[in-house]
């Protein structure tokens, strides 16, 4: 069965850092997604990508975050310069189409901002 | 803004015994989704409700949806220690993509 997948599965980084987390979405998806859950709270969205542009954002995804598909198979997560709030779980997902679409999520990459 | 609570936070259950888990969510929606989560691990797809008076059932758990009440119930009959986890509901705004997360309900059954 098709799943998307995440590498690596834990990252530690300095602060002020550059980190990239990766993630190959399942292949006949078109909509990819970047979640992060802080240890013991819930989860929380940061972006939607859909057509090689971002299609939503939230609060938490600022200048320091971005996104890219650099090569039609992976979805990276780019985080400029890591503070120690940025420490969580980041889930990729992915889903084969807008609204009503089940989301398909990663196993996840644990960061740790030290 | 939407808003998703879910309650309770935690719960301790004998097996063999019934509960259920409740989702509140603040405005209109056009989706609600329930996952699973065991510690450290991703989360996993249980239910996908579209629409008012939804019911699904998967061995002992059983969700519902009433969009009127903005409500979605997760009802677990005779408790088996394989449910111990952390089970939350997932909120879709109409007209974007992202889903909106509970609080999560960490459920421990005990033997």
């Known amino acids: 069965e098709p799943e998307v997948t995440q590498t690596p599965s834990h990252q530690v980084t300095q602060m002020g850092q550059e980190v990239i987390l990766r993630c190959v979405p399942i292949?006949?998806?078109?909509?990819f997604y970047w979640y992060r859950q802080i240890l013991g709270q819930k989860v929380e969205f940061l972006v939607s990508f859909y057509n090689n542009e971002i299609s939503e954002k939230s609060e938490i995804f600022d200048d320091q975050f971005s996104v890219e598909r650099p090569d039609g198979s992976n979805f990276t997560l780019k985080i400029r310069s890591t503070k120690l709030e940025d420490s969580a779980m980041y889930f990729c997902?992915?889903?084969?189409?807008?609204?009503?679409?089940?989301?398909?999520f990663g196993p996840g990459t644990r960061l740790t901002v030290t | 803004e939407l808003k998703v609570e879910q309650n309770p936070l935690f719960l301790s259950m004998q097996e063999g015994k019934n509960y259920t888990i409740y989702c509140n969510y603040s405005?209109?929606?056009?989706?609600l989704y329930w996952y699973r989560q065991d510690p450290g691990k991703s989360l996993e797809s249980l239910f996908v409700?579209?629409?008012?008076?939804a019911v699904k059932q998967e061995g002992r758990l059983m969700a519902s949806l009433d969009t009127k009440a903005r409500l979605s119930t997760l009802h677990i009959t005779a408790a088996v220690h394989d449910l111990s986890a952390t089970y939350f509901c997932?909120?879709?705004?109409?007209?974007?993509?992202?889903?909106?997360f509970g609080t999560g309900t960490r459920l421990t059954i005990i033997p």
């Open positions: 997902a992915s889903s084969p189409r807008q609204a009503h679409g089940e989301q398909y």
């Open positions: 409700l579209l629409s008012n008076g």
């Open positions: 997932a909120v879709g705004d109409f007209g974007n993509e992202k889903l909106t």
């Open positions: 405005t209109t929606s056009d989706r």
């Open positions: 292949s006949n998806h078109l909509y």
